[in-house]
């Protein structure tokens, strides 16, 4: 008894909407137990409605507490939702619930967000049987945004952030039910008006000889009304759910609460939820909807059971592929982002006693690698500067917002400036970060000026840590005089970093 107890965790995760506690057995990834709180009383400024609710956070989180202890669950984890908050409400907020639950709070980005849904999907695959051999779009509608995640064989593909949600349109029917007798109608313009250029490419890549299934996400409403109690998905066929969805925009919202049995927050939902999902519907043309329960606090779950080796599913995939479609949309050049990869892991894993950084850092190096070129799509002359702010507009779905701002700076600094406090985007990070910067620009400069020909010269490179230098040999059958030309510029902020120059020799290799 004991052992199993040693394998259940409890995730804690508060949205903008309630809180959630799941206890889960990470060995076998079943559901111990599951509870929610109360809807969060809607205010007028939706940035402060943890604020407001505190009272009812902290009387949920330490009923979960109680809940945790009486299953004997003592590895548990509090992560929250930070999409309608900025940093400094954050770290306030945060300090509250700590000095009142003793619990430390991980905010979790939106692409964050993303991530935790589309693991909760990957990873479960005894309620996702069906889902192995198909294309498969995730749709989920929060209260800030919404998101759209392809995926086929449950690998992912590609995903869409979508600015559109619940708070935006339930705000336009509020200002428009005075307004016009149909505010319903003049929602569904404006939500098609937001849709119209994802429809396109909805429409562009869809497989028409494929069998496709649209899974909705956190869609409370109609979870309860499809889903028994013991469920966590359910597959039902699209004609189906649109019949009913086409029933409830006819219904009044008193009607729709008796219907599908839920409070008047969750009612309030669900017409912006059927409107959108019709028309996203109209470009997906699914043969089935599957409804589910999985949701973020499953994939944290999974990713703590990944993180302590019970989970042999590669979920890290996710983010690398976000960043290799990244780079493939703004036509990269793929042979030497390739290069630029192989190269820059390689001196990585070679110099550990060096730089001293983790796998996280590893993998933001390679992220970094992947996108750093995606400003040539504009223009050639300082690139750099351009894949700086593609990337700040475009985050790497997993990364949190600061791992995100060093992607952005990876890709600043990996060419030709160097990083400087004088400047703002470097000089307002916080010191730990920039220090991550400058040792991944390092490194990455170096593996960038290695194939500065864009020819993928070098067969095999070797890597030598000495006393006062870092010799790399570089295997190539061509003459690697431009690369020597660029390694010598480029190095520079090497031996700034870490003291040591950087010394590059060349062997001869067959063609």
Not at 187 to 215: A, F, H, M, P, Q
Not at 393 to 404: T, V, Y
């Amino acid at each position: 008894m004991t052992q199993k107890k040693n394998r259940l965790y409890g995730v804690i995760y508060m949205s903008t909407a309630r809180l959630e506690l799941l206890i889960a057995d990470l060995k076998n990834h079943t559901i111990v137990e599951r509870a929610s709180s109360p809807s969060f009383v809607q205010v007028q400024d939706k940035s402060r409605i943890y604020q407001t609710g505190m009272e009812r956070i902290i009387a949920s989180v330490t009923g979960f507490q109680q809940i945790l202890a009486d299953y004997g669950v003592k590895n548990y984890g509090f992560w929250g939702s930070q999409q309608l908050i900025n940093d400094i409400t954050a770290r306030y907020l945060a300090e509250q619930i700590y000095n009142r639950t003793g619990l430390h709070i991980t905010w979790l980005s939106t692409s964050q967000l993303n991530y935790f849904r589309a693991v909760s999907l990957m990873g479960h695959s005894r309620e996702a049987q069906g889902l192995s051999t198909q294309t498969t779009y995730l749709l989920y509608i929060g209260s800030a945004s919404a998101s759209l995640m392809k995926f086929h064989n449950l690998e992912y593909i590609q995903g869409w952030n979508i600015r559109l949600g619940y708070l935006e349109i339930d705000k336009l029917y509020q200002t428009l039910r005075n307004a016009t007798n149909d505010p319903a109608e003049i929602i569904e313009d404006y939500i098609g008006s937001k849709l119209d250029y994802l429809g396109n490419e909805l429409d562009e890549s869809r497989d028409k000889d494929s069998e496709c299934t649209l899974v909705l996400q956190g869609f409370a409403g109609m979870n309860n009304y499809f889903l028994s109690d013991e469920e966590r998905t359910e597959k039902i066929s699209t004609k189906k759910y649109l019949a009913l969805i086409e029933k409830l925009e006819h219904s009044s919202m008193t009607d729709i609460q008796k219907k599908l049995h839920v409070d008047s927050a969750t009612a309030r939902h669900v017409l912006p939820g059927s409107m959108i999902t019709r028309r996203l519907q109209s470009h997906i043309r699914a043969d089935k909807v599957w409804l589910t329960r999985l949701n973020v606090w499953d994939g944290l779950a999974l990713q703590v059971a990944r993180d302590q080796g019970m989970l042999k599913h590669n979920i890290e995939a996710i983010t690398l592929t976000s960043s290799i479609n990244l780079a493939h949309h703004y036509l990269s050049d793929d042979g030497h982002r390739k290069m630029s990869v192989r190269l820059a892991l390689h001196i990585f894993d070679q110099l550990k006693k060096l730089h001293h950084l983790g796998t996280r850092d590893r993998l933001l190096l390679e992220i970094g690698a992947n996108v750093a070129d995606i400003g040539n799509f504009i223009s050639q002359y300082e690139h750099y500067h351009h894949s700086y702010y593609i990337l700040k507009a475009h985050p790497i779905i997993g990364l949190s917002d600061k791992e995100n701002s060093i992607i952005a700076e990876l890709a600043r600094y990996h060419s030709a400036e160097a990083p400087a406090v004088e400047q703002y985007h470097y000089g307002t990070l916080d010191a730990d970060v920039q220090m991550r910067v400058a040792k991944l620009v390092a490194i990455l400069r170096l593996a960038d000026a290695l194939d500065d020909s864009h020819q993928q010269k070098i067969s095999r490179l070797t890597v030598s840590l000495r006393e006062h230098e870092v010799v790399l040999t570089a295997y190539a059958s061509q003459d690697l005089a431009l690369e020597e030309w660029a390694f010598d510029k480029k190095s520079q902020l090497f031996y700034e970093v870490y003291g040591l120059k950087a010394v590059l020799k060349q062997r001869r290799s067959e063609a």
